[in-house]
């Protein structure tokens, strides 16, 4: 056997047949990594679980040449990762949209990449790690410092024309700003985050945060044509939604693709998940908003996707809670708990009567999906859910028909949630209830419902209602107290023919402010809950005032505000502010007033083209219950205090005017000094040396020329 | 306080205009004529109407010889106050000749504008741009000490640097123009170099009035953006400036020698008036210094074209699109008014 040079082999059969052809498409294969590890004889069981995953997105006809599973020829199981061949490059890339870092299970995470990226990682010639260049830290402005202001003044954001200011709001003086208007400030609208840390603002590319002393931007959130904005009540998430469907770039991966709702994290300004709009939404029309509800410490945010399901998101991993929706058919809407009840985030949905099951009102912990109250209900139409402010009560408000159809009848149902199981009180009502607010950390609320001027025992039947007598009604509700002990809500005082159609309580409780709303404008009565002097039953009051229950109900004032359409309450429940403005359609001179929180105007004024006036929010007072009590305490003493406060502010703003008078008479004065030097030496008389005014007859001071000579020269 | 109300006119009124002594009202219109007026009663002295076309601006010389009108006929002409009949002047006719004839000049453009200079020796012009014409204003030497021997002769003629030139005054000094541009801006030329001094724009819209206060040292402008603004003739036009918002597009503002107020008038244009409700149609008084807005007096059913203030500051009159003067003497209550008591006891009352 001679010796033959491996050069004068001819490889080219061999090289023919294994060689590689460049136009392969690496495009339609995919390596998914993060597998469980399982022996060769567990293969085809693993292959059948993945294969019915991706079933979903792509069709997999020939499940054996799909998935090739490279083993570990020492320990003979597999390495934890799989070949996918789809059958072409758009399965492979609905799959790694739909799946990658998605839960195969509790323990395995799907990575799903393209071949080609790896092949692209593999071909990169850079092999030494360089460290990014990290950006200079920049330290955030002071995030509450309007809060540390001496005086105790509240903030808020004026948007009119084109222009946005930011202005101290103290009584009735003149609005001092924090921030001078600002022209072209946004493109759209302004609001305040809910702790009134950031002020946003939109531009054509995105949305901005503004935030301390200066409000210099913070965040930056490149989002374009963003037409709607909330965020999560402890301001760390942002939500943002833009009728037009997002493309990769910038912040956004294809993952992101045809998208309109972001969630982003107002700390980091990174993308944190992305939704499209739920099927729901209606063509053309807004989507609803806001598109999600958030537990009161955040963790947790949820919507209705489609009528069937409601999702509830955790907001550490940005993934379905349980990795499933919660079946809710025909579900009608849902509410977060304002505060943790328990330690628990608790939302209450209900869902209407479907396929012989009655209606139900659960209530859920959200951590868990689990039903922690169920309530049937028969005959039900509609539900609305009223949180009390500490979790302590919830209520629903019932709707049903009457037994002709043809009008509504409301009931109140009321659980108390510091109690085992939840027990249950209900009031019922003869006619139809408009709206419902409980008092602030308080068990008092107040209804606006229809009624009958007698309710007769035919009317509480559901027939005969005769409709042109109804009147409107509002009453106050109170816990009786029973030898110190809790007992059930008693109507109060109830004040018959008093249209309001909104009831909003100030933020501190104890006043309440009933608005109705009418083609002219507004009216608003002031009520006190606590009125501290005796009250005589009103006429209207049907009620006598009952000893046992700690209420005592007193109509401050009624105002008018013609042309307004929108009213707040500061958030420190000091003023009430009711204001015109473009949103409504019509253009031209808008006003604003501010009420006390007794009904007094404290003062009016004009703007053009008043689009929004909204007072910055306050977050919520670190004060325990025993400090707010001591406080409060104190109040009688410093009364003095802040009255001499108040005087000298009053007499300093006096003093303000008084030198601003002097300040523009005096600039007058030296113009005029320095213009008539210049006249005087023009041979001109000024003005004001030409006349005299005595009264009421002018003295004209004329120049007669005395003598005329004249001089020939030769 | 009673207005007088006068109808001389047919049509809308142009101007308003006392002479001196501010015995004589003078108001021009677009029906041609030119209306004199005694100013006291409001009884008629006399009318003029030998122009062609609507009658644009008048000037009154100091001693209420004669007064000078420009009209949309192209013709600026001289008259004689006590006849009312055109002044006649020795001149060069088409075929080269020296003639007599009536002080009628004929001219390439229209003439818009026109005021004597305060030294009564040259006469300051503002030409339209309308058929194709450059804005310009022009100055000529004036002589009508001997109103039978009137001499005329053009001295000079500016050309503006940007917006076209509506109105144009002489500065106290005699040395210096102010003038109006269409496009808000206001600005200081002056006469010998022809070069302008300064520029600045105090409106958005069109400016439509501009008047001096007596003695010349300061102007006011009314502009369609609803505002009016006051500024010294010396200085850069920022300091001192005061801004005197009304509710609608204004088209005459006036100073009052005597007091500190400001009368404006305006009202929506004639074609916006069907399409909207309140036309505005009232004269709006301010506060020369504190730019406050003291009061209105209404009665004119067209927009007020032109106000006039008396040179004495006792009355004002106003005329309006409707063609109407309302001659208003002003009352005790007015001279006995200081806003300035006024404001400072509204502070004493809160403290």
Not at chain 1, 649 to 658: C, E, F, G, P
Not at chain 2, 165 to 185: M, N
Not at chain 2, 264 to 275: F, L, N, Q
Request: charged share 25%; net charge negative; hydrophobic share 35%.
């Amino acid at each position: 056997m001679s010796a033959v040079s491996v050069n004068d082999i001819d490889f080219r059969d061999l090289e023919e047949r294994y060689a590689v052809d460049e136009s392969l498409n690496t495009d339609e294969y995919v390596i998914c990594d993060g597998l469980p590890i399982v022996p060769a004889s567990k293969i085809s069981k693993l292959v059948k679980v993945i294969a019915k995953v991706f079933s979903s997105v792509a069709a997999i006809d020939d499940v054996e040449n799909t998935f090739e599973m490279p083993m570990d020829p020492e320990t003979s199981k597999t390495l934890g990762f799989a070949f996918i061949r789809f059958r072409n490059a758009t399965d492979a890339q609905n799959a790694i949209k739909a799946f990658n870092r998605k839960k195969l299970d509790s323990k395995h995470v799907m990575q799903l990449d393209k071949l080609s990226t790896v092949k692209k990682y593999l071909d990169t010639k850079e092999t030494e790690y360089k460290e990014p260049a990290l950006p200079e830290f920049k330290p955030l402005p002071h995030l509450k410092s309007w809060l540390t202001d001496e005086l105790g003044r509240d903030q808020a954001a004026v948007h009119y024309e084109q222009e946005v200011t930011v202005q101290w709001i103290r009584k009735g003086s003149a609005p001092q700003p924090a921030l001078a208007p600002v022209t072209n400030f946004t493109s759209g609208f302004v609001r305040w985050s809910p702790q009134g840390s950031y002020l946003l603002s939109t531009s054509p590319r995105g949305v901005l945060l503004h935030a301390g002393p200066d409000f210099a931007v913070v965040a930056r959130f490149p989002h374009k044509d963003v037409k709607l904005v909330d965020f999560s009540p402890d301001e760390r998430f942002l939500v943002t939604c833009a009728p037009a469907e997002i493309r990769a770039g910038g912040p956004f991966t294809e993952q992101n693709e045809g998208h309109n709702i972001v969630i982003w994290s107002t700390e980091t300004t990174n993308v944190l998940r992305s939704f499209p709009f739920p099927p729901t939404k209606p063509v053309n029309g807004p989507p609803q908003w806001p598109a999600f509800k958030w537990s009161a410490d955040s963790s947790y945010f949820a919507r209705v996707f489609s009528k069937d399901e409601l999702c509830i998101y955790s907001s550490k991993d940005m993934s379905l809670v349980g990795k499933k929706s919660m079946q809710t058919p025909g579900i009608g809407n849902f509410e977060f708990a304002p505060v943790t009840v328990g330690g628990k985030q608790l939302l209450v949905f209900w869902t209407p009567e479907f396929n012989n099951q009655t209606a139900r009102v659960c209530i859920v912990d959200a951590s868990t999906k689990e039903i922690v109250h169920n309530r049937s209900l028969f005959n039900v139409e509609s539900v609305k859910f009223f949180w009390q402010s500490e979790g302590k009560y919830l209520c629903s408000l019932i709707g049903r028909l009457t037994k002709n159809k043809k009008a509504m009848i409301s009931s109140l149902e009321i659980y108390r949630l510091e109690e085992k199981n939840f027990p249950i009180e209900v009031l019922d009502f003869t006619d139809r209830i408009f709206d419902f607010a409980w008092e602030p950390r308080s068990d008092r609320f107040v209804v606006n419902f229809y009624t009958l001027p007698v309710p007769s025992p035919e009317a509480r039947n559901g027939a005969e209602l005769s409709l042109s007598s109804r009147k409107y009604a509002l009453s106050f509700y109170a816990l009786e107290r029973v030898k110190k002990l809790q007992g059930t809500w008693k109507e109060t005082n109830r004040f018959v023919d008093r249209p309001a159609s909104r009831l909003v309580w100030s933020p501190r409780g104890r006043f309440l402010a009933t608005v109705s709303m009418s083609n002219v404008g507004l009216q608003v009565e002031f009520w006190d809950v606590d009125y501290e002097a005796a009250v005589t039953p009103a006429a209207n009051s049907a009620l006598p005032a009952a000893e046992d229950l700690p209420i005592n109900v007193f109509l401050l004032a009624s105002r008018e505000h013609s042309s307004a359409r929108e009213f707040s309450w500061d958030p420190s429940g000091r003023y009430f502010l009711t204001y015109s403005s473009t949103r409504d359609g019509t253009q031209g001179t808008k006003s604003y007033i501010l009420w006390d929180h007794v009904g007094r105007q404290l003062r009016q004024e004009k703007f053009n083209g008043l689009m929004a006036f909204l007072w910055r929010p306050r977050p919520p007072s670190p004060l325990t219950k025993e400090q707010r009590r001591a406080a409060s305490k104190k109040v009688k003493q410093l009364v003095e205090q802040f009255d001499m406060q108040d005087a000298a502010m009053a007499a300093n703003d006096s003093d303000d005017l008084l030198r601003f008078i002097e300040a523009t008479m005096e600039s007058w004065r030296l113009y005029r000094k320095d213009a008539k030097q210049k006249l005087r030496e023009c041979g001109i008389v000024p003005e004001e040396e030409r006349y005299e005014v005595r009264d009421g007859t002018v003295y004209v001071r004329r120049d007669v020329v005395v003598e005329e000579t004249e001089e020939v020269v030769d | 306080m009673i207005p007088i109300v006068v109808k001389g006119h047919e049509r809308p009124i142009n101007q308003l205009k006392y002479n001196t002594d501010g015995d004589l009202l003078f108001s021009i219109s677009h029906d041609r004529r030119v209306c004199i007026w005694f100013s006291d009663t409001g009884e008629l002295f006399g009318t003029t109407d030998k122009h062609g076309g609507a009658v644009n601006c008048i000037d009154i010389d100091r001693k209420s010889t004669f007064f000078i009108t420009c009209s949309t006929d192209f013709a600026i002409q001289f008259w004689n106050l006590k006849t009312g009949e055109l002044l006649e002047y020795e001149h060069e006719n088409k075929e080269g000749e020296v003639v007599r004839g009536p002080m009628r000049i004929k001219y390439s453009a229209i003439p818009r504008f026109l005021q004597i200079h305060p030294d009564e020796n040259k006469l300051l012009l503002v030409q339209d741009t309308k058929m194709n014409q450059p804005s310009a204003i022009v100055i000529y030497d004036i002589d009508m000490h001997d109103l039978e021997n009137p001499v005329l002769k053009q001295n000079k003629v500016i050309y503006p640097k940007g917006s076209p030139y509506v109105k144009a005054v002489w500065t106290y000094d005699g040395k210096r123009i102010i003038a109006a541009h269409q496009d808000g801006s206001v600005s200081r030329t002056c006469v010998e170099t022809g070069e302008c001094e300064l520029s600045a724009k105090v409106h958005n819209d069109n400016i439509v009035d501009l008047q001096m206060s007596q003695d010349r040292s300061y102007f006011i402008t009314a502009s369609r953006d609803e505002t009016a603004v006051l500024l010294p003739v010396d200085g850069d036009f920022q300091t001192m400036k005061k801004k005197f918002q009304g509710d609608t597009g204004l088209n005459s503002a006036a100073i009052s020698p005597i007091k500190d107020i400001i009368i404006a008038g305006g009202g929506k244009k004639s074609i916006e008036v069907t399409t909207s409700s309140g036309g505005k149609f009232e004269a709006h008084f301010f506060n020369k210094l504190f730019q406050a807005d003291l009061g209105r007096v209404g009665g004119h059913f067209g927009p007020i074209n032109s106000i006039a203030i008396h040179p004495y500051g006792t009355s004002y009159a106003s005329g309006s699109e409707d063609g109407t003067i309302r001659i208003h003497h002003f009352d005790k209550s007015y001279f006995e008014f200081d806003y300035n008591e006024v404001i400072k006891e509204g502070v004493e009352d809160t403290e």
